[in-house]
């Protein structure tokens, strides 16, 4: 009898134990500071060319944490404008603005050398490619 005892009360602290050791597994999987839950910002770089009206040309080697080549050109401080229903309308570009309606210039986004087809704030940043802005006279 005393062995039934001693048997039950060895089940009894094991199972204890087991219960214990799996509470502890399974709210550590709940806190795991290493699991990729997509919000990580990856830091991209890519190449950023201002070309003014007389055909100068400046580049930039942009590093950013950003998804949008708007985002990033806008904390450079590369960029600034009007958001408007289409979108962010840049009228500076690297300090110089231009207004269509005062100057007849405006400035342009280019990706890979032809006329972007979204704009700078809409555009996912692609390492590969080179963006540009282009001052263009109408």
Do not use: H, P, R
Not at 11 to 20: A, R
Request: negative net charge; hydrophobic residues 45%; charged residues 20%.
């Amino acid at each position: 009898m005393k062995n039934v005892m001693q048997s039950k009360t060895l089940l009894s602290v094991l199972s204890l134990m087991l219960i214990v050791a799996m509470a502890f597994s399974f709210s550590a999987c709940g806190n795991d500071s290493n699991n990729d839950t997509g919000d990580a910002k990856v830091e991209k770089t890519f190449v950023f060319k201002v070309v003014d009206l007389d055909g100068s040309e400046k580049s930039f080697d942009i590093k950013t944490e950003a998804k949008t080549v708007g985002e990033a050109l806008l904390a450079e401080k590369l960029i600034s404008g009007e958001v408007g229903q289409y979108g962010l309308m840049v009228d500076t570009v690297n300090g110089i603005k231009y207004e269509y309606n005062a100057d007849g210039a405006y400035w342009a986004f280019y990706v890979n050398g032809e006329y972007a087809m979204s704009g700078v704030d809409l555009t996912e940043i692609d390492e590969t490619a080179i963006y540009s802005f282009v001052a263009t006279k109408a």
